[in-house]
């Protein structure tokens, strides 16, 4: 005899079984819940992270592309600093005799235009930084963030190039630092979360308004004369200190001076205003960028 071909229909449960299977699938079943981010939780600032390797290359290659094919190559990095240096000392310390808080003009004026070079190259160059690379924006995904970034990282080499010239220049003039030096990484990050709160505004805007490019120039240069790089604070008067704080370069500025040359006491209420007009201008940047951020690759 053949095997036995006859259908079977499956086990059923008893009736009263039933609710409690339909139960258990219920209780242990995976929920997805999907909820829009808030609005720090937009920010997502790990996910920068993550691409961290991306980051360094990005600002491996704005190193790159800026001094291929310069005569002078990595030089600009002092240079700049360097004959805007000569050129206040002149005008400023000799034409028309600006008070250097009892320091040579030169020491001065330098100690200012380092972070100052830092910031106005760091905001022309993220506010470009999208424009200028329309195809990665549109056909690969990353976090746009990084551009701006980048383009304020790859000045920090040439600050700290440029810091070697303010170091001899100390030697020359024959100022020692104090202990009072320790302070400068911090008032160089102040510099840095400034530039990147400015670069993240004009980026963002430049995307859909070009007039932004025609705009930072004019900015930067009127932002310098709002900014003691060629003058002492002490000449603005008392009344207009606590406006002009809200300038966080002002305290940059004045921080550097007293770090490395002991110029004056630093006033602490300039340093906690200037900060926290950096820390305003860098959440709002950031926040006006994430909102902004998937019309990008449309609009560019």
Not at 40 to 47: I, K, P, T, Y
Not at 52 to 67: G, N, P, Q, S
Not at 112 to 137: C, E, H, K, M, Y
Request: charged content about 15%; aromatic content about 14%; overall charge neutral.
């Amino acid at each position: 005899m053949g095997p036995d071909t006859t259908s079977k229909s499956p086990p059923t449960l008893p009736a009263d079984m039933e609710p409690e299977l339909h139960s258990a699938e219920t209780r242990y079943a995976p929920v997805t819940v999907i909820k829009p981010p808030g609005r720090w939780g937009a920010l997502d600032l790990r996910e920068v992270w993550r691409y961290r390797e991306l980051l360094y290359f990005l600002v491996w290659r704005d190193l790159k592309v800026r001094y291929k094919q310069t005569v002078f190559g990595g030089a600009w990095a002092i240079l700049q600093p360097l004959l805007t240096m000569v050129v206040f000392t002149i005008v400023f310390g000799r034409f028309i005799n600006v008070p250097s808080d009892g320091v040579p003009y030169p020491v001065f004026s330098y100690t200012a235009l380092l972070p100052w070079t830092l910031f106005a190259g760091g905001v022309a160059r993220a506010g470009n930084s999208l424009i200028q690379d329309p195809n990665l924006l549109s056909k690969v995904y990353f976090p746009r963030l990084a551009l701006p970034l980048a383009a304020v990282s790859s000045l920090l080499l040439d600050f700290c190039v440029a810091f070697v010239i303010l170091l001899g220049l100390m030697f020359y003039y024959e100022i020692a630092p104090g202990p009072t030096a320790l302070a400068v990484p911090g008032f160089l990050l102040l510099a840095y979360v400034a530039t990147v709160g400015i670069g993240l505004w004009l980026s963002a805007l430049n995307v859909k308004y070009r007039d932004i490019n025609y705009v930072t120039p004019l900015l930067v240069q009127f932002w310098l004369f709002l900014t003691p790089v060629a003058y002492p604070v002490s000449l603005v008067p008392d009344e207009w200190q606590g406006v002009y704080s809200l300038n966080p370069m002002v305290g940059v500025v004045e921080g550097f001076r007293w770090a490395l040359l002991g110029t004056s006491s630093l006033s602490v209420g300039v340093i906690l205003t200037s900060s926290a007009a950096a820390l305003i201008l860098v959440v709002g940047g950031l926040l006006h960028f994430r909102r902004t951020e998937s019309e990008f690759a449309d609009v560019v």
